[in-house]
């Protein structure tokens, strides 16, 4: 499985991004996907996701009702919608997809697109 993003940039505090996370390979092995970041001398942490099966989606208290995760599943392609963009959402934003090879989990990774927000 690759996954490549795209979409991040530089936008003034308030502002609105739109990432995008392109999905090929064996995407059929994939169960669950999700946002990554990571700020700089901070740990990767959880933005949000696709719970697995798809049925629901789950978001970090510190962005909900500012960022949407989305699907296209015909184009295998993932979004994320960020609104209301604070300098504290700068880092590194990753795309992750997690899959199972021979009864291991795995997971993938995209190799990052960078989101600066100014104030």
């Known amino acids: 499985v690759q996954l490549v993003e795209s979409g991040g940039g530089l936008v003034q505090a308030g502002g609105s991004l739109r990432l995008s996370c392109a999905a090929s390979?064996?995407?059929?092995?994939?169960?669950?996907m999700g946002w990554y970041r990571q700020a700089p001398g901070k740990q990767r942490e959880l933005v949000a996701d696709?719970?697995?099966?798809?049925?629901?989606?789950n978001y970090a208290d510190s962005v909900k009702g500012r960022f949407t995760i989305s699907r296209d599943n015909a184009e295998n392609t993932m979004y994320l919608q960020m609104n209301s963009l604070k300098p504290e959402d700068t880092a590194v934003y990753y795309c992750n997809a997690v899959g199972v090879a021979g009864g291991t989990r795995v997971d993938y990774w995209g190799q990052g697109t960078q989101v600066t927000v100014s104030s």
């Open positions: 390979g064996d995407t059929f092995r994939i169960k669950a």
């Open positions: 696709f719970t697995s099966g798809g049925g629901s989606t």
